[in-house]
């Protein structure tokens, strides 16, 4: 398939209602409104294909970047180049595509989590808080989370939507598994109270972090 085949379909599969709601949540109009699992199909089909993943990125479309996400080879993307997709994102949705498929499988992650974490883009900061909420999951963080807090609590309220999402995703992941600094950590989620109207589904965690922190560590009990 080459790029005006694959923007064709994409094209055909485009629905009105999910073009409303990408809207809604902050996707330009350069979209077709195509459902995710469609495109994961056509992503199945095409397996690997990083220059035909690059071409479609290019094209701006928010489908084309998400498929793109999907076929595209991590490894051969250069550091200057993920750093220039990432900063290129205009919507959520396909941050977190990228922030999920290529940024963690990309071996230059760790130098580009440091120079996003200091980053002014807002779409370079929330892959920094992205990587670095990863680190702290898998418990693999070095750095010093006292002082990553500190930067939270005052960084946190006033920071753009983009980057709050993740950089609140650091927080509650130091309170689910930093005992020492649990307290503090609800502490800080309470005082901002940021998504503590988050509307949730019967059965969801919201991403309010005390509730969040909560529920977690029980869970993590009640499995020992």
């Known amino acids: 398939m080459d790029i005006s085949d694959v923007l064709a379909q994409l094209k055909s599969m485009g629905d009105e209602a999910r073009r409303a709601h990408n809207k809604k949540n902050g996707a330009p109009d350069n979209q077709f409104g195509v459902k995710l699992g469609d495109i994961r199909a056509i992503a199945k089909k095409i397996k690997t ?20 996400t999907l076929i595209m080879k991590p490894k051969s993307i250069s550091m200057s180049e993920l750093d220039r997709l990432t900063r290129s994102v205009t919507c959520s949705q396909v941050a977190d595509w990228l922030n999920a498929y290529i940024v963690p499988e990309h071996p ?52 753009r939507p983009e980057v709050q999402w993740t950089m609140n995703n650091t927080l509650a992941a130091i309170g689910i598994h930093h005992a020492d600094l649990r307290s503090r950590t609800i502490v800080i989620g309470e005082k ?3 998504y503590s109207d988050w509307p949730v589904s019967k059965g969801c965690t919201p991403p309010y972090v005390p509730v969040w922190v909560d529920f977690m560590v029980k869970r993590q009990l009640a499995g020992e």
């Open 49 to 68: 294909d990083h220059e035909l993943g690059l071409q479609l990125w290019e094209t701006g479309n928010v489908d084309a970047q998400l498929l793109a």
């Open 108 to 159: 230059d992650k760790e130098k580009l989590r440091l120079k996003w974490m200091t980053a002014k883009d807002p779409w370079a900061a929330r892959a920094g808080w992205n990587l670095t909420a990863s680190r702290i999951n898998k418990r693999t963080a070095d750095f010093d989370l006292t002082a990553l807090l500190d930067r939270i609590e005052k960084e946190l309220p006033k920071a």
């Open 192 to 194: 901002i109270g940021l």
